[in-house]
């Protein structure tokens, strides 16, 4: 891990050098091409990711083979299939690669060891968890609350050049609608 990373974590909690070291220890610097799974579908997942470039999204498949994109990571950000980790229950997502990344590897188990010894990695597994609950509250009053061209707007506002870096389809998924229906609600913005 690198002077960013730990610059990252020390901008969610208080991480020492040394503790940063020990997180290092059991972290590994991976680079994964586009179109990698990191986590499958029904796997039960060993792994934390700390994503530091690069774009991965997560998704679910119908029965009937439908792909709905539930979420999408940026660096620098943590991605797991947190329920399936902590339960130690096959995952019910996908985590994709959408382009070639670079990421550090985290053992989940060392990880939660760690937690119960240091205070501070504690203190940063809880200030995560608060991130990630924040973002599924505020993505769940998205869904209930906007309409499409509402919840197109606030993922724009999220990823600012998301039309540039995240296929159409994709975000089409993503807000729960067709890829002519995103077609039709771009250009309306672009006309007004």
Do not use: W
């Not at 990191?38 to 990711?49: A, F, G, R």
Request: charged letters at 25%.
């Amino acid at each position: 891990m690198t002077d960013k990373s730990l610059d990252f974590l020390n901008s969610i909690t208080d991480i020492s050098k040394d503790t940063f070291e020990i997180l290092k220890g059991i972290s590994e610097f991976k680079k994964i091409p586009e179109g990698t799974q990191l986590v499958k579908l029904n796997e039960v997942p060993s792994k934390i990711y700390m994503l530091v470039s690069g774009l991965i999204r997560c998704y679910l498949t119908t029965e009937a083979g439908k792909e709905f994109n539930k979420s999408f990571y940026l660096p620098i950000s943590f991605v797991a299939s947190l329920t399936a980790l902590m339960r130690k229950n096959p995952s019910l997502f996908v985590f994709e690669t959408l382009t070639d990344c670079k990421l550090y590897e985290i053992d989940y188990d060392k990880f939660m060891a760690l937690c119960s010894k240091n205070i501070q990695m504690n203190a940063l597994y809880t200030k995560v968890l608060e991130v990630v609950y924040t973002k599924y509250e505020k993505r769940l009053v998205e869904l209930i609350s906007l309409d499409a061209k509402g919840r197109y707007l606030a993922l724009r506002k999220q990823i600012p050049n998301v039309d540039k870096i995240i296929p159409q389809y994709h975000i089409a998924s993503f807000l729960g609608i067709t890829a002519v229906q995103l077609s039709r609600i771009r250009k309306k913005i672009d006309t007004d």
